[in-house]
C-alpha cells in the first residue's frame, strides 16, 4: 500500500503598510539539507510484515529419496507419496490393496486375506524392495517381505521411491524403498473404535489410541477382521464333507 505525504507550504510576507509595497524578504543562507531519517517518514504500522503476506506453498514433501526434507517436484525420480486422506478414500485396510494402486508394482497374493504376499517392481525379484517404517528397516537383508501382516490403521502416510536407490540405502533398494510412515499422537489422549460387519459372518474391527506432550508421543493402533465366507484351504467341501 503506497501511502502519499502532503506537506503544506507556508510563506511569510512582510507589509510595510497598507498603501506602501510589499516587500518579500530572501535569506541568502542555503537551506540546511533535511536530515536522511526525516527524509522518508515510518509508514504506519499495519500489525503484519511483507514477510507474512507471502503465501507457504503447499507441496508434498518426502524424505526418502534424498534422506533430507525435499519437495517432489525437485526430485528427477520416481517418486509417489500416499496420504492417509488418500488411504481413506480407497477404502484399502491392508497396505496391499494400497500398493497395487502404484504404477510399476505388482503385488502377488498367495490364497486369499491373510496369504503370503510379495511385492515385484519393474521385473525385478521380490527381495529387491526395501521396506521401512519410520526410517528403520523391517525387512532382513537381502530378504523379502510379507506385506499381509500390515493393516494401514495407523499410517500418516507412505513415501515411495521406484528405481535403483543403492547409494543412499545400499544393495537391497535395488528396486524401490517403500517408507511406511506412522501417525504422531500429540496432545489429550484421544482415540477411535471402529466395527464393521456383513454377510456370512463378516466383520472388523479397528480401534486407535493416540497422544503425547513436550517430552514424548504415543499412537497405538489395531485391525482385526475375520470372515466364513472363504473356504479353508483343502476344506474338501466339494466332496461334501
Known amino acids: ?6 506537506c503544506p507550504l507556508l510563506t511569510s510576507l512582510a507589509a510595510a503598510g497598507s498603501d506602501t509595497e510589499q516587500t518579500v524578504s530572501h535569506s541568502s543562507e542555503k537551506a540546511k539539507p533535511i536530515p536522511s ?13 511483507e514477510a507474512a503476506d507471502v503465501p507457504t506453498p ?18 528427477g525420480r520416481s517418486v509417489s507419496v500416499i496420504s492417509a486422506p488418500e488411504i481413506e478414500a480407497l477404502g484399502a485396510k491392508d497396505l496391499s490393496e494400497v500398493l497395487k494402486t502404484v504404477t510399476g508394482f505388482n503385488v502377488v497374493q498367495t490364497g486369499s486375506f491373510g496369504g503370503q504376499t510379495s511385492l515385484f517392481v519393474r521385473g525385478g525379484e521380490s527381495n529387491f524392495n526395501l521396506v521401512l517404517v519410520d526410517g528403520v528397516q523391517v525387512n532382513a ?12 490403521a495407523n499410517i500418516e502416510k507412505i513415501e515411495i521411491v521406484r528405481g535403483p536407490a543403492s547409494v543412499l540405502y545400499g544393495a537391497n533398494a535395488a528396486t ?26 463378516s466383520y472388523l474391527a479397528s480401534g486407535a489410541i493416540r497422544g503425547g ?3 514424548f508421543n504415543y499412537s497405538v493402533a489395531g485391525l482385526y477382521s475375520d470372515t466364513d ?7 474338501q467341501w466339494d466332496r461334501g464333507e
Do not use: C, Y
Request: charged share 20%.
Open 176 to 201: 524401490s524403498v517403500i517408507n511406511i510412515i506412522t501417525q504422531k499422537g500429540q496432545g489429550d489422549p484421544s482415540g477411535h473404535l471402529e466395527f464393521q460387519g456383513g454377510t456370512h459372518s
Open 37 to 49: 531519517d526525516q527524509e522518508k517518514p515510518p509508514a504506519p504500522d499495519t500489525g503484519h510484515s
Open 141 to 152: 537383508p537381502g530378504g523379502s517381505f510379507d506385506f499381509s501382516s500390515l493393516s494401514t
Open 229 to 235: 465366507g472363504i473356504h479353508e484351504f483343502n476344506s
Open 1 to 6: 500500500m503506497s501511502i502519499i505525504h502532503i
Open 213 to 215: 506432550s513436550d517430552r
Open 58 to 75: 503447499h507441496h508434498e514433501l518426502t524424505v526418502t529419496a534424498t534422506r533430507t526434507p525435499t519437495e517432489v517436484r525437485e526430485l
